[in-house]
């Protein structure tokens, strides 16, 4: 398996503002995803970053709404912009290891916005 | 498109008990199939996957076997314990979904003492 860490682990966030959320790795991975779990929910995956290609977002999620960047194997950020109270929510990245298509997620970021 | 139902939640058990958690699934081609836990607080764990009919994954002393016909991939476990208490997550992903994980809704479990 892999270390996986997040930052930050939990905000708290006024609406209109963003936060960047950076999900570090300590192997080098190709494809890495980012999760959205809503309170009492299940996780749904937001899109897939490749590294040296854009993301590819899922049906309802927008790169407007939510940029990412993967500038290499081992890094990648999600920017939650223009928040609302709707966005609460942890987000998790996860990358594939050992395969095939074995995922590990990490610690999460639990986002409140107020 | 691809789904996974989990049975309905929350369950409650005492320590030693027997657990079933059904999980079913709908999906195109062979999915690999996979049980994620989520303790209190904590990011979500793989538990055990199978990649094939009649696969069965295991871990921890829990077990999950991969069944085509009934597209089934139930969660069993003998005796729980107190420190099983957690959200437990059936998975599927297929492999022309490149890596999109397919969660069920998940199911708390409770052990009591």
């Known amino acids: 398996s892999a270390v996986i860490s997040q930052k930050p682990s939990r905000d708290i966030c006024q609406r209109g503002t963003s936060l960047t959320i950076q999900c570090q790795v300590d192997s080098q991975v190709t494809m890495m995803f980012w999760y959205r779990q809503q309170p009492g929910q299940s996780l749904t995956l937001i899109a897939t970053a490749n590294q040296g290609s854009e993301a590819t977002y899922e049906s309802g999620f927008v790169i407007d709404k939510f940029p990412i960047s993967r500038p290499n194997l081992t890094f990648s950020t999600l920017t939650v912009s223009n928040m609302s109270p709707e966005d609460s929510s942890i987000y998790l990245c996860?990358?594939?290891?050992?395969?095939?298509?074995?995922?590990?997620f990490g610690p999460g970021t639990r986002l409140t916005v107020t | 498109g691809d789904s996974v139902t989990q049975m309905e939640g929350p369950v409650t058990l005492s320590e030693e008990a027997f657990l079933t958690i059904n999980c079913t699934y709908t999906a195109t081609g062979y999915p690999s199939l996979f049980w994620y836990v989520q303790y209190p607080g904590e990011g979500l764990q793989l538990l055990l996957k199978a990649t094939k009919a009649d696969d069965k994954g295991s871990n921890k002393g829990f077990e999950a076997t991969y069944r085509k016909e009934t597209t089934s991939f139930h969660l069993e476990k003998g005796s729980v314990q107190v420190s099983d208490s957690a959200v437990y997550f059936c998975a599927l992903v297929r492999v022309t979904s490149y890596g999109k994980l397919t969660f069920g809704q998940g199911t708390i479990l409770t052990v009591h003492p």
């Open positions: 996860s990358v594939e290891l050992a395969g095939p298509y074995e995922q590990y």
